[in-house]
């Protein structure tokens, strides 16, 4: 009945919120006080299951009157804080009385205490510079959460345990909802995450883990604060430092603080967390960049933001950092291959931004290749050579768009040599490889511009001096493969050696090509067969050798192809070169036998496998049958009719001279077969189709070489028994 007359005359519920009504304030503290005595004194008698009934009804009866009281009584904007003082009251006094009931009494006070915080002023009007009273009024409910949390105690620990969680995160809720009303919109998200990194010192301080899984929430609401809202902000903060620029570093500083500080040393997902956050925070510095720098420069800002990850790694091995280089590495590759090769602005002086930008990158690259860190297995297959690969490829895309055309292959040269010359010096293999790949590039794309500029028939000009150098550098980079040197071992297994003195001598073959006229050609070959072999005697380098005889083999195709038939790529006529230039050409081949000689003797003890190891090992019987062939050859074409017997005659009897002179087998049956080739075109053509003075020379002249080696061979018969 006293229950029902408060509820009907007493709370006066018809009178306008917070207006004071003196019987209220006197008669309704008074009730609750009965009420809550006489749920004391219940507990003094005898325990049953229907007085712990009444003792609650009356218990409640008495908190039920008090919260009335203060929703009526109390201004708008203090009664988040009367609630929460009266929820700390009651638990406290369960606590000190032992009865545990009015425990969930504080859990009822406390939720009406948020609910009045986040309903109190909802428009706010009421403020104190620009920061609405709703946030202040809210702080003594944030501080009594946290107090329940900590003071709560009841027989039941799961009780006990799910109280402190919720009360700790009503708590931390209601400090994220104040700050989000309190503080200006660009600062939200740098107040969380301070909020965040305060809440994480305080778990490790206390040891309370829940707190560390209250920082982790609140740092991922302001990641999404700054993503959504921070990296939109245009606003300067101070000169020449955007507002974006300062909140967004702000909370990425503090996501790396949390990866380290928000969980405990044995938290099992200590890991995760720490990856969750630095990635995070990696992310938003990368889009921070996106939006800052330019878009020329933010290649490079990414590239230096990776290896200050790297460096970071690397001095207090964190391994996510690490992961997170690699990705930033790869982002900025495909960045740099995409928009800063077409980047056409300049920087101060006119320096090309492209330029700048890439070769910052390339410097980084070069610099993560060093310190990266990877697992020792890898590392031993060198995995970590991507970087200084990749770094190689961007400076040769950088050299094709910075450089003329012509100077591209000669950049490419130079670029090569330089790796080179640093993977010898530090012994690095990979930097060799790159060398080897940038030289090759170069002897490619000396076919598409470099041989085809300057005017035809100039000697000394753009082709000239932009092929040249490039071939000097292959050779000079052979030099250094010797067999001496055990830093390149790798690289001679792998026949590179082969490889750059064949660059070497097909860049001038073919500068020769395109250099010389068309019909002089081959005698320009024929001299570097010659300074082939001499470099492959002086130097004891077979490679010289095989490059001789391939040469050789060119060299003849040559003179047959358009010096005697006039068949040239260049030429669309029946032309037939001169018999001199054509001769000087088998005259310069020839005059290689001396060298072949001394390589025979001198690798003559060496054994042969197959025919080419038997070609190589005796280059004289090469060297002397392709000029003789084609000798022969152009005598049929070049001499008229009644003098091709004569010169055949007379070729036999000079090759037979030079067999005698040599003490060749080989030579000396040539000689032989080549007179006999002649008698037998003077039985079945000459003596019945040529006028009569060709007749008569060539029978007298034919007879005077066979009466010749008839002498040669009577006089020598010792001498060519023993060759026999």
């Known amino acids: ?69 203060i929703y009526y009584e109390v201004p708008e904007l203090w009664q988040p804080l009367a609630a929460i003082v009266f929820a700390m009251l009651l638990l406290e006094v369960g606590q000190q009385i032992g009865y545990p009931v ?15 915080a986040v309903t ?16 202040f009024a809210a702080l003594p409910v944030v501080a009594g959460a946290y107090w329940i949390a900590r003071r709560i105690r009841v027989p039941n620990p799961a009780h006990v345990r799910l109280g402190r969680i919720a ?27 301070i909020f965040a990194v305060v809440l994480a010192l305080v778990m490790r301080r206390i040891g309370y883990r829940q707190l560390g899984w209250q920082a982790n929430a609140v740092a991922a609401c302001s990641l999404v604060r700054a993503y959504t809202f921070n990296l939109e902000l245009e606003q300067p903060f101070w000169q020449g430092i955007s507002l974006r620029l300062v909140t967004i570093s702000l909370v990425a500083a503090g996501l790396y603080f949390l990866s380290r500080q928000s969980t405990t040393p044995d938290s099992e997902s200590r890991r995760a967390v720490s990856y969750l956050h630095t990635f995070a925070a990696t992310a938003l510095l990368a889009f921070l960049a996106w939006h800052e720098a330019p878009s020329g420069w933010l290649a490079a800002v990414w590239a230096v933001f990776a290896l200050v990850l790297a460096l970071v790694d690397r001095r207090f091995e964190l391994e996510d950092l690490g992961w997170q280089a690699h990705a930033l590495a790869a982002l900025t590759m495909v960045r740099s291959v995409t928009v800063n090769l077409y980047v056409t602005d300049t920087w101060r002086y006119g320096i090309s931004v492209r330029l700048l930008s890439l070769a910052i990158v390339a410097v980084v690259f070069y610099a993560l290749s060093r310190l990266i860190r990877m697992p020792e297995q890898l590392r031993e297959r060198e995995f970590h050579h991507i970087y200084s690969w990749a770094a190689s490829a961007l400076v040769s895309l950088l050299l094709w768009y910075e450089l003329q055309p012509l100077s591209v ?16 010096w530090r012994k690095t293999r990979q930097f060799r490889f790159q060398a080897y790949v940038a030289l090759a590039a170069s002897f490619g794309r000396i076919f598409f511009a470099n041989l085809t500029a300057g005017n035809p ?56 090509y395109f250099q010389f006229a068309n019909e002089w050609l081959v005698t320009a070959w024929a001299v570097v067969v010659f300074v082939l072999f001499g470099l492959a005697l002086w130097l004891d380098r077979p490679i010289f050798l095989h490059q001789a005889l391939l040469l050789t083999l060119g060299a003849c195709g040559r003179g047959v192809m358009h010096n ?74 070049k001499m008229r009719a009644g003098m091709v017997t004569v010169s055949w005659g007379l070729e036999g009897v000079l090759i037979i001279l030079l067999a005698l002179a040599v003490k060749e087998r080989s030579f000396r049956l040539t000689g032989l077969v080549l007179l006999l080739l002649c008698v037998g075109k003077v039985l079945v053509r000459d003596a019945w189709g040529l006028q009569a003075r060709d007749r008569y020379i060539t029978f007298i002249i034919l007879g005077m070489a066979l009466l010749l080696v008839s002498f040669l061979y009577s006089k020598y018969r010792e001498a060519i028994r023993q060759f026999l």
Not at 103 to 116: E, N
Not at 120 to 135: E, Y
Not at 497 to 510: F, I, P, S
Request: proline fraction near 4%; aromatic fraction near 14%.
């Open 457 to 512: 028939g100039e000697f000394w000009g753009l082709r000239l001096y932009t092929v040249l150098p490039i071939a000097l550098i292959f050779f000079f980079v052979y030099a250094q493969l010797g067999p001496e040197d055990q830093t390149a071992r790798d690289d001679r297994g792998l026949h590179f050696d082969m490889l750059l003195a064949y660059l070497g001598t097909g860049t001038v073959v073919a500068l020769l």
């Open 1 to 69: 009945l006293a229950l029902y007359r408060v509820v009907a005359v007493n709370l006066h519920s018809e009178v306008p919120q917070y207006t004071h009504v003196r019987t209220r304030l006197i008669t309704l503290p008074i009730v609750a006080a009965a009420f809550y005595v006489t749920a004391k004194w219940a507990a003094t008698r005898e325990d049953n299951a229907n007085q712990r009934t009444f003792r609650g009804l009356f218990a409640f009866a008495g908190t039920v009157l008090i919260t009335a009281l």
């Open 120 to 135: 109190a002023d909802p428009s706010g009007a009421q403020r104190w510079h620009d920061i609405p009273l709703h946030a």
């Open 167 to 193: 009360y700790s995160w009503a708590g931390t809720g209601m400090m994220v909802w104040v700050l989000n009303e309190a503080v200006p919109a660009p600062w939200i998200a740098v107040s969380w995450i």
């Open 409 to 424: 292959a000669v950049g490419w040269a130079v670029f090569g040599l330089v790796l080179f010359e640093y993977g010898l």
């Open 564 to 637: 005697l038939f006039g068949a040239s790529y260049f030429t669309g006529t029946d032309w037939i070169g001169r018999i001199s230039v054509l001769g000087s050409a088998i005259a310069v081949l020839l005059a290689c036998l001396p060298f072949a000689f001394r390589w025979r003797d001198r690798h003559k003890a060496q054994p042969s496998s197959n025919w080419i190891g038997a070609l190589v090992r005796q280059p004289e019987q090469f060297m002397f049958f392709a000029p003789v062939l084609l000798l022969t050859l152009m005598l049929a074409l």
């Open 102 to 116: 009015l425990a969930w009494h504080t859990h009822l006070l406390g939720g009406l205490a948020v609910l009045a």
